[in-house]
């Protein structure tokens, strides 16, 4: 069985032979049709090597696009999560692959420490070094990361966790891996796709009409989530000023007042901006899309504000308890109740996903429009933005909140324009 099956056009012949010559000299097996002899069945031998193979490669070129063969053996390899397109020529890829993640080696000469060219190499290794089921782990696990030789660490977390450089992770980089884009960009955390149960149990005594009756969510592919909500640090980097003072709460209403349990002093908003490692506050949603708008432009990569669903997912890591880490909480599990914070980040454990502060420290921005109910809340985990609302939900309570709040089932609305310094956010990035 070989570890990559090569998919191209017959006139790219010679691209296709460098490619192959290069891939086996880092000690990876190829096949392709040059071996056929003429007595053999043409199409049986091809299906019988495209299923064996680990990986299916791809070679877009202005004449493979237009190739049915080309194109069926890239849907089969789609459609079996072995597909690594590779673009060779500048061309138009078909639509149907234009949401895939693709290699560029429009411009390679054979140099083996070529950024791109090493990002194929990651990604055939990660496929072939994926177990099956791997790419869809129970809810709560994370795995183990396997040893890539051809992805660079960039650091390591206090944990000791290594961090790796983002140009080299790929849908098929192992659930729980570590990275980050850039320098002071947000450490991110790979997240398997899955299911779960979105909103509050029947038998929570804390539950509220707005999150019940709950709703399955199938989320259908693998993305990243930062492992802190985002620091005032990271923020000053990217915008090149710190968030403006907090502007006054909002008034409260039957179903607020169980949120806020008092109101911060005035030096909490200064402190979340200048000391280090704390998390960025004082930001409005309208502050945090223009965030990951700038981090998506300066990292080449596609980052967004986590929906309602993929937040929650997040948070429960798998869990079916009030909190991650089970049916109650306490200060050694987060901070809230506080008279006075933020906190610095990653000061109480992580979840079982290893996400930190998902439970109190700030509340958390998702891209969800407010509505009293999930009936518009699509089950494929993308944000509900049906209306007109100008509310979006928060999730996650503060440091400010009871424990009531900080459920993983909890919701908040706020208006998209407010500054609070209860309020924060973390990103979420596409991996496909």
Not at 59 to 81: F, I, Q
Not at 145 to 162: F, H, I, M, P, Q
Not at 173 to 180: A, K, S
Not at 275 to 303: C, I, K, M, N
Request: charged share 20%; glycine share 6%; with cysteine.
């Amino acid at each position: 069985m070989a570890d990559v099956f090569v998919s191209y056009k017959r006139e790219d012949a010679a691209i296709a032979e460098r490619i192959v010559t290069a891939l086996t000299d880092s000690g990876i097996s190829v096949w392709w049709d040059v071996g056929i002899t003429p007595r053999q069945a043409w199409d049986a031998v091809i299906e019988q090597a495209i299923s064996e193979a680990s990986t299916v490669v791809v070679l877009w070129s202005p004449r493979s696009v237009v190739s049915e063969w080309v194109r069926a053996e890239a849907h089969y390899g789609k459609d079996r999560g072995k597909l690594i397109p590779v673009m060779v020529e500048p061309c138009t890829v078909p639509i149907a692959f234009t949401l895939n993640q693709t290699v560029n080696l429009a411009n390679w000469r054979g140099d083996r420490d070529d950024r791109q060219w090493r990002k194929l190499l990651t990604w055939i290794t990660d496929l072939t070094a994926t177990k099956p089921g791997n790419a869809n782990l129970p809810g709560g696990l994370v795995a183990v990361n396997t040893a890539n030789a051809y992805r660079d660490s960039v650091g390591t977390l206090a944990s000791g966790e290594k961090i790796y450089d983002g140009a080299f992770i790929n849908p098929s980089t192992p659930p729980g891996t570590l990275f980050r884009d850039g320098d002071n960009m947000p450490v991110m955390r790979t997240l398997a796709k899955g299911s779960f149960l979105l909103g509050a149990s029947s038998d929570d005594p804390d539950r509220t009409p707005y999150e019940s009756p709950q709703r399955r969510i199938d989320l259908p592919a693998s993305f990243a989530i930062g492992v802190f909500p985002v620091l005032a640090s990271e923020y000053a980097k990217i915008i090149c000023k710190l968030p403006s003072a907090a502007a006054p709460p909002p008034p409260t209403q039957s179903w607020f007042s169980r949120i806020t349990k008092s109101q911060p002093p005035p030096q909490a908003a200064a402190l979340a901006v200048s000391a280090d490692g704390l998390p960025v506050t004082s930001v409005s949603f309208d502050d945090a899309q223009t965030f990951v708008a700038r981090l998506s432009s300066e990292s080449h990569q596609s980052y967004r504000i986590p929906s309602e669903a993929e937040w929650e997912f997040a948070c429960r890591a798998g869990s079916l308890t009030r909190y991650s880490s089970g049916d109650s909480i306490d200060s050694t599990k987060a901070a809230f109740a506080l008279i006075a914070g933020p906190v610095p980040v990653g000061a109480h454990p992580a979840n079982s996903f290893g996400l930190y502060d998902m439970h109190g420290n700030v509340r958390e921005w998702t891209a969800d429009l407010w509505h009293d109910s999930y009936d518009l809340t699509p089950q494929d985990g993308r944000p509900a933005l049906d209306g007109h609302s100008a509310m979006r939900v928060v999730r996650g309570g503060s440091w400010s909140d009871s424990a009531v709040m900080l459920r993983s089932a909890a919701r908040m609305r706020a208006t998209q324009s407010i500054r609070s310094n209860l309020i924060g956010f973390r990103v979420a990035r596409v991996v496909s």
